[in-house]
């Protein structure tokens, strides 16, 4: 009997009948505070920023490893999916929601230990419930000399919940999932494992080295349904002896695929060792404020023409860069010369900013102006956090963006969940060539305006090679029908995109279906998710390809 | 009916009626000349740099990938375990021999095209015959202004062979597995995997980017018998505007635990952006020459005494490190500065070495010592090759010590197999910190002369926080006794180490037991190879944890 299914609940008696007996089990196991099934819980669960329907049976809070193991055991003792969630904020591809109905919550918040931290070697050892905000307080108390890679996105959240879904941030630690190692994992039968070095008793090397001998399997342990992690080693970067962040403006949209092509060279020479993130109007004007109500009389979307007028008025341009710079005086000064040498001719304006000239600028803006031409007040406002994101800072302020759409400003404690706000997000990744770039660019544009949102996109370079376009769209889930134009928009962006050959690095919980195919990929995924998972129970349909059993089983019987 | 054993040949007379059949289809598929049978070739290929005893019963040379797919459907159909190798350098670990005994070898050198070269975004797609040679040459074919990575051994070792047993070089791209992606797969069933983004059909960033969406499989292909690995893409790295090399010494043992602590924040800084190989006195004396047998009238092992009086006499150090300097002008004397600084008092002699300082020395070597007081002639001849490597240059130079213990020199086309060369390798990893250091040390040296060997050491700074510490046991397999005082002593080492927590980073064909265990990692391998490889045919052994199925079944059965 089993209770799997996407889409609308399919709860049977029988199902009813095994919950009801699992619940029993969860409970005598966790307490029955730490099994939440009360309505107005289960509702926030249920809800993402964007339309869901996939019912939420209850919240499991197991307090450790070996409470999570039982939790799956019970699971697969009655066949009753569950859903793992770190900190569960991962709006714009789905918070807490599962990928499949009638299913029970595991909550691993309460898995919140810092297990080991070493300042020689850099490194911090987590569980999943630690949050950005948790590390950066340790990293305060101990006035350690290492700096953290911190996401734009809450405090709060979770920093192997994004870790695992590979998420990136500011500074050169800026990959996530590339700077962890030593994974501990609880597979979906209960059954433990630990990756790397860690794996062998005694081992030394375990936080400091990636692989162990033999097949390194921490890759599959990222967004996928293959194991809970609860636990994994972060490597922190040593703070530089001297920081920098540059920022640059494009007044005309064409300037963006020139800029491409002198910014990738800086990449692949290793001038600029971090992320540098590039944003259009539209994402520069919501980290500002809220939509222009006023300005459009409540008309949306808000047209290219208005925004250019808003550009001119605000003062920022078609495009807006950041990177940071890292190293010694020396190195950041001659990172500077070459990128101001680079940049010549392809941006109309150019600005370094460190700790002292910030300072500087907060307590004199009026007067910096005077001196630089640079009205740094207005973007003072823009710029900190940022700027602070590049030193690892961690900020609340970005998540603003996300009531962009709202008629009224961002609650002291925001939760687009709760508070309605709209967002799917998509997240193509592209080659780092200006030419690739400008069909995404054009895409995202004509689409999300068709669809009567704006383009609002964030052009990540992630690598030496490739860049991660973020296209957010951003909508009010309490004006009617915005739900089901947003999902049309996300389907027709997507569709449009992957025609092109621009496929997301990652994916919402609507989206999971791309993960399909004929191909030996998803046949490789779906033997190696039957052979750990056999009763399907670990978040069913996340990042698993639909049924490819039948063509899986043809391949391997070639004889 | 199985052939599978470990240990001497298990070939009944099912297995040779089999095995005919087989043979038979093979031959039908490739043609005859591409089945090779006779005896010296199989000879040859049971033949490693250290005692096997596994026989090969046939050599196939498929042509493309679908020969490949081919090759293992009738491999499936005969149930005839087969062995993949790209060129089969492998020494020091096992060379061409199977880990099990009566496998059939497919040996991938015909697929060697190189699919793709993108000199815009600096990558290469090769098939897994090209060499390190090819490589080189069509960058220099090219006029390319990128340099590849190139190991320390022959420049007809394989590309992705290399990369795929994880090995490592000399530039910032040394991590050689770091530096692949979108890897094209051959399951044991004949199916086809791609990885990546490559897996999407029409995907514009698939050489780019390592991930598609969903879990990342590449590392399940790396140091695996899960997969033949038919393409891969190699990022190479732009020229930098300039380029140096350092060398240091230190002329006491016991400078090394400091020299590692002051190498280390360097390295995590980002100032040293590539590996650092440090060599003892054993492992320089190697790279010069052959073993002294006038100065020791013959005896082994060359005693620390005496290897003290030849260091002095040839004027190296008890350590000799070398590691390379990449980026602008400006960017490589800042580095120079901050080297200068942190190895102040930590080493004996400090020297940078560029192309026009090579050039000037190799033209003027006595002026040179003349005026620096550096007698650059005898170590030349070691440098040339080393600094070369530091720029990607593929060399032979260094497969020369294999010979260390020979008592005719290296012959013009070396084959360390052919030749009797007795080479183990055993390469510990350890956390980078000057304590855990001594202790490998400690041990290495002291088994090693116990046994009657030279403790030739080097030490790779491969990450920001680990090193690999590559121990070799050199000797002459001609003389009688030693293949088996060579295994003993292997065997001490690796306990010995292994029981302080030091785990090797790679393993030998004699060393796959250290795969075995009962937890959950050997299970989990043991389970993906079951999903994947129902019939055992592919390499079976080689990574592969010893049986465990009776644990993975009882922590599977928890209901």
Chains 1, 2 share one sequence.
């Not at 097949?215 to 001297?242: C, K």
């Not at 003072?380 to 400003?409: C, F, H, I």
């Amino acid at each position: 009997m089993e209770v799997r299914a996407v889409g609308p609940a399919v709860i049977t008696e029988d199902t009813d009948r095994l919950a009801v007996k699992a619940l029993e089990q969860w409970m005598s196991l966790l307490g029955a505070e730490y099994v939440i099934t009360d309505d107005s819980s289960r509702f926030a669960a249920e809800t993402a920023t964007f339309a869901t329907t996939q019912k939420v049976l209850a919240i499991l809070r197991p307090g450790c490893r070996d409470d999570v193991r039982e939790c799956m055991r019970i699971a697969n003792c009655f066949r009753i999916p569950v859903y793992p969630v770190s900190s569960g904020k991962n709006w714009g591809y789905g918070s807490r929601v599962p990928v499949t109905d009638a299913s029970v919550l595991i909550d691993l918040s309460r898995l919140n230990r810092i297990l080991d931290f070493n300042e020689k070697l850099a490194y911090v050892t987590v569980e999943p419930g630690v949050t950005q905000r948790q590390l950066f307080q340790l990293l305060q108390d101990r006035r350690s000399g290492l700096w953290m890679d911190a996401t734009g996105s809450s405090p709060d959240c979770s920093l192997i919940g994004n870790a695992v879904e590979r998420g990136f941030g500011h500074t050169p630690y800026g990959d996530h999932f590339a700077q962890v190692c030593g994974l501990e994992v609880v597979l979906p039968t209960g059954a433990v494992v630990e990756t790397g070095f860690c794996r062998f008793s005694g081992s030394q090397a375990g936080p400091t080295y990636k692989c162990g001998a033999g097949p390194a399997l921490d890759g599959l342990f990222s967004q996928s349904n293959l194991g809970i992690v609860t636990r994994v080693t972060i490597w922190l970067m040593p703070a530089p002896e001297h920081f920098e962040a540059f920022f640059f403006q494009c007044n005309r949209e064409d300037q963006l695929a020139p800029l491409m092509e002198a910014l990738r060279p800086l990449r692949l020479q290793g001038i600029l060792r971090s992320t540098v993130h590039v944003a259009n109007d539209y994402k520069v004007l919501g980290g500002i404020q809220q939509y222009p109500w006023g300005e459009t009389n409540g008309a949306t979307p808000l047209l290219p023409e208005v925004m250019r007028r808003l550009r001119t008025r605000l003062k920022f341009g078609a495009w807006s860069g950041s990177g940071g710079l890292y190293g010694t005086r020396g190195q950041v000064a001659e990172a500077k010369r070459a990128i101001r040498q680079a940049l010549k001719g392809k941006v109309d304006r150019l600005q370094f900013l460190d700790d002292r000239r910030l300072a500087f600028a907060s307590r004199f803006a009026k007067l910096y102006q005077l001196l630089t031409g640079w009205d740094l007040s207005q973007t003072l406002d823009l710029a900190r956090p940022v700027y602070g994101l590049m030193k690892g800072v961690p900020t609340e302020k970005p998540l603003e963006s996300a009531y962009w759409r709202k008629k009224s400003p961002p609650p002291p404690n925001m939760d687009p969940d709760r508070d309605g706000c709209g967002l799917l997000w998509h997240a193509p990744i592209a080659p780092m060539e200006g030419s690739h770039i400008e069909v995404v660019i054009e895409i995202a544009n004509r689409i999300l305006l068709e669809y009567g949102f704006e383009p609002s996109i964030s052009m990540t370079l992630i690598t030496e090679r490739a860049v991660a376009c973020v296209i957010s769209i951003c909508y009010d889930r309490c004006e009617p029908g915005q739900d089901d134009q947003a999902m049309a928009c996300y389907r027709q962006l997507k569709h449009e995109l992957t025609d092109r050959g621009y496929y997301s690095y990652r994916l919402g919980i609507q989206a999971m279906s791309e993960m399909s195919g004929t191909d030996g990929h998803a046949a490789l995924i779906r033997a190696i998710k039957d052979a750990v998972d056999p009763n399907s129970v670990l978040a069913p349909g996340r990042y698993e390809p639909a049924e490819t059993r039948a063509c899986s089983k043809t391949t391997a019987s070639h004889e």
